[in-house]
């Protein structure tokens, strides 16, 4: 199976920061990349699907970028709701795999 | 707006099966992939399986030999199986929709593997 790291592990922000994180593959995905968010005690949120396409709903403080084998998700400006663990998931081939996630927390 | 809703036992012995079924609402379960996945207590999603509404089915390949996913079209609906379970297998559950990324998800239910 293709695996997915994430870094960092945790994230410490303040809210207006701009934050990023970022997501390796072990091998090429081409742009088969998305990224969820998740808060506590809830089901993740997709909020970008093939690399960078904003998910219907999503704020346009998200945005994700990158193909092949690394790839980010750019948050322009956090939001207290934005407090949260991000992961990123693949679908290049029929195994989906999650990355292991990066926990944004308070500064 | 689909809405999906997982359902089942919440405490399963080991070595029984653990059974929940995933009810979806508000627009037709055909002509689409839905998935189980699972997510131990602070540990990241993993996924189990994934079923298409004529029935043909998708499955990790450490869970492979234990799992099997089904559907009903008729109840809007589809269910997952897991065999011999262990405490390794005490997670929250949760369905979702989708071939790749998944849009919709369950609330999700969590599900612990203890005598």
């Known amino acids: 199976d293709i695996q997915m790291t994430q870094s960092p592990s945790t994230l410490s922000a303040s809210v207006g920061d701009r934050v990023t994180i970022t997501c390796r593959a072990s091998q090429s995905i081409n742009t088969w990349l998305a990224w969820y968010q998740q808060r506590p005690g809830k089901a993740p949120k997709l909020l970008i699907y093939?690399?960078?396409t904003l998910e219907s709903g999503v704020p346009l403080r998200f945005s994700g970028s990158g193909s092949g084998t690394e790839f980010t998700l750019t948050i322009s400006s956090l939001h207290p709701d934005d407090f949260a663990t991000y992961y990123c998931?693949?679908?290049?081939?029929?195994?989906?795999?999650f990355g292991q996630g990066t926990k944004v927390d308070i500064k | 707006q689909v809405q999906l809703q997982e359902s089942g036992p919440g405490l399963v012995k080991p070595s029984e099966t653990l059974s929940l079924t995933c009810i979806v609402s508000?627009?037709?379960?055909?002509?689409?992939?839905w998935n189980w996945i699972r997510q131990p207590a602070g540990k990241g999603p993993e996924w189990i399986g994934r079923?298409?509404?004529?029935?043909?089915?998708d499955y990790s390949s450490s869970l492979k030999s234990r799992v099997t996913i089904s559907v009903d079209t008729s109840k809007n609906q589809f269910s997952l199986n897991l065999t011999s379970v262990t405490a390794a297998d005490t997670a929250v559950y949760f369905c979702a929709r989708g071939g790749g990324s998944l849009d919709r998800w369950g609330q999700g239910t969590l599900v612990t593997v203890s005598s």
């Open positions: 093939k690399a960078s």
């Open positions: 998931q693949q679908y290049n081939d029929y195994v989906p795999v």
């Open positions: 508000g627009d037709s379960i055909s002509g689409d992939f």
């Open positions: 079923i298409f509404s004529s029935g043909s089915t």
